[in-house]
């Protein structure tokens, strides 16, 4: 994100942009039994002379018993027919309808801009708005880490079975979950770990490596007695394959895998060739593993990954910073995780106020980052479902009437993380005019500062995620591995508690399309809102059942809170102090 140089240590003002064959067979159907009113209906046919009945109702009925299989083939036909295009028809309907919702917030925000003005009422102090507290409970000592054996009654050997390399994709934040669930894997397996490669990604073109965003030693050490980690394979191994890690035998792993796929599928070939490779490394590994690999994700989540020194450093400058400038409200700030980037609108098919051009730039857009995808005939979208399904992403003006109305007032910092903004200097004006005290990284930081990370996403989101962690409310607005993350990290600091805003996107759309709600009415409902948000912050399933929405990176405790008072012999002292 481009910065304009005489904004230095200024409020942010512009950013640029299976059946069974064993079976028994059913048993025989019961003879049919003939009613009594049916026999007698025969008797009495049986004894009416034919001569009462008059020609014309014979002939009607013989008719009837010819033509009656013509009506009714008519009849299939026709149904088959409105069968074959009741979705087109469907469709039609619906296309010829107005759309479900349609983005009228700057229209409300013109309505209501003189009480937003004037209201400071109702002013939060930061301090005051988690009204829910999570009483604390005793800490219970971590399991013993016995991550040298497997999770089968098979005898294994002391020393390890071989060496695991894993290739990791994704963003900052999916790689972040791959090295956690890679380590998990090595202590199934009882293999070497050799730090985690980092896939190319064609949407996030960042080349950086393991060590440019984390502290490899520190990562090694801090796993030593739990899973051996290795910067590189030795040299005696990797010449069995030509100094070539491609010829290292291959293996595709299903998605979510449970630890018995890896003892039965992969085990067997790591014995084999004392080497086995994985890629793609994400989301390999299911959620519900035993607590001693549990254990191990928890390791490595919060205390062997730690931001490599110059993203730490920088980091801790602009946290330092973001105090500075939040002195009326005690040194405590907002932060906001703003999914508001060109692509993220594009792929979500919404649409906002800008018409037909904006329908015109987004269809462009689509078309070039992802070759015909949304053309596909059983792809099928209406923005205005998109919108009021709650899938839509929010826009600055949006996130900043939902904080206003929550009590957030003119005097609040906000630090923005964000990838580049679409349109920004159009969408931000109205988030600016609500929030004067708007600050990004680039806003804070010096163009020689920021230089070594320009370029490199994954350093970038890093910065970001560390101010995030430590501000005083978190607010999410679209989802991801990036809110996901955060909101355990905080759980994990704040003994139980995420202490961030997750809108009711659903609901918060309909208050926006009502232009007949007023200031008060959409400030009762945005309390309610942010009440219900501190609860389910706070909340921790009471029967563990861990699956893809309900992971332990997102809800740590009670499985990771051991680490809080772990022996520090362990090298497992926590290294990031939580905010005031």
């Not at 008519?74 to 309907?93: A, P, T």
């Not at 921790?540 to 929405?549: G, T």
Request: aromatic content about 10%.
């Amino acid at each position: 994100m481009a910065i304009n140089t005489s904004m230095k240590n200024k409020p942010y003002n512009v950013v640029s942009s299976e059946g069974d064959g064993n079976s028994p067979s059913s048993p025989p159907s019961p003879r049919r039994q003939t009613s009594g009113f049916s026999q007698c209906r025969r008797r009495l046919r049986s004894k009416v002379p034919l001569q009462y009945f008059p020609k014309y109702s014979l002939a009607a009925g013989i008719f009837f018993r010819r033509n009656i299989q013509y009506l009714l083939l008519l009849f299939f036909l026709y149904f088959s027919g409105l069968m074959m295009c009741v979705g087109r028809f469907s469709n039609f309907l619906l296309h010829s309808r107005e759309p479900i919702a349609i983005y009228k917030s700057h229209l409300l925000l013109e309505k209501f801009w003189h009480d937003i003005e004037t209201d400071n009422s109702t002013a939060l102090e930061l301090s005051s708005v988690w009204q829910l507290k999570r009483r604390m409970k005793v800490h219970k000592p971590c399991p013993v880490p016995t991550v040298r054996r497997h999770l089968s009654s098979v005898e294994v050997s002391s020393g390890p079975t071989g060496y695991l390399i894993v290739e990791a994709n994704g963003g900052l934040n999916q790689q972040r979950s791959a090295i956690c669930n890679a380590v998990a894997v090595a202590g199934i397996l009882n293999a070497v770990l050799v730090i985690p490669s980092f896939d190319y990604n064609s949407v996030w073109k960042d080349p950086s490596e393991f060590r440019d965003i984390y502290d490899e030693d520190h990562f090694i050490a801090t796993l030593e007695g739990y899973v051996k980690v290795v910067k590189e394979l030795p040299n005696e191994l990797l010449s069995r394959y030509d100094h070539n890690i491609t010829n290292i035998p291959h293996l595709r792993v299903e998605a979510w895998a449970p630890a018995k796929h890896y003892l039965g599928k992969v085990y067997p070939v790591l014995q084999e060739q004392g080497v086995v490779r994985i890629a793609p490394f994400a989301n390999r590994l299911a959620m519900d593993v035993p607590s001693h690999i549990q254990l191990l994700r928890c390791i490595t989540n919060y205390r062997a990954l730690r931001f490599s020194s110059p993203i730490s450093t920088l980091a801790q400058k602009l946290q330092n910073r973001m105090i500075e400038r939040s002195s009326m409200t005690g040194g405590k700030y907002v932060s906001v995780h703003l999914r508001f980037e060109e692509d993220m609108v594009a792929f979500s098919c919404c649409l906002y106020d800008g018409g037909d051009a904006e329908k015109f730039e987004m269809d462009s857009f689509r078309e070039k980052g992802w070759k015909g995808k949304f053309k596909k005939k059983d792809f099928d979208f209406v923005a205005g479902r998109n919108r009021i399904d709650g899938k839509c992403p929010l826009t600055p003006l949006e996130v900043g009437m939902m904080l206003r109305a929550m009590g957030f007032d003119n005097n609040t910092s906000i630090y923005l993380a964000s990838g580049k903004l679409y349109k920004a200097e159009q969408n931000l004006a109205p988030l600016l005019k609500m929030f004067p005290l708007l600050y990004t990284k680039e806003s804070l930081a010096t163009s020689d500062e920021l230089a070594p990370f320009q370029g490199y996403s994954s350093r970038l989101a890093a910065l970001d995620y560390t101010v995030c962690l430590f501000s005083e409310v978190f607010v999410t607005t679209q989802g991801g591995n990036f809110p996901h993350f955060l909101m355990g990290h905080r759980r994990f600091l704040y003994n139980g508690h995420a202490k961030t805003i997750k809108p009711d996107k659903r609901m918060l759309v309909s208050l926006l399309e009502n232009m007949t709600i007023s200031w008060k009415d959409f400030k009762d409902d945005m309390d309610a809102m942010l009440l219900e948000s501190d609860r389910k912050g706070m909340m921790i399933p009471r029967v563990r059942k861990f699956n893809r929405k309900n992971s332990i990176y997102t809800f740590p405790l009670p499985e990771c809170d051991c680490l809080q008072s772990h022996d520090s012999s362990h090298g497992l002292n926590h290294t990031l102090e939580p905010p005031r």
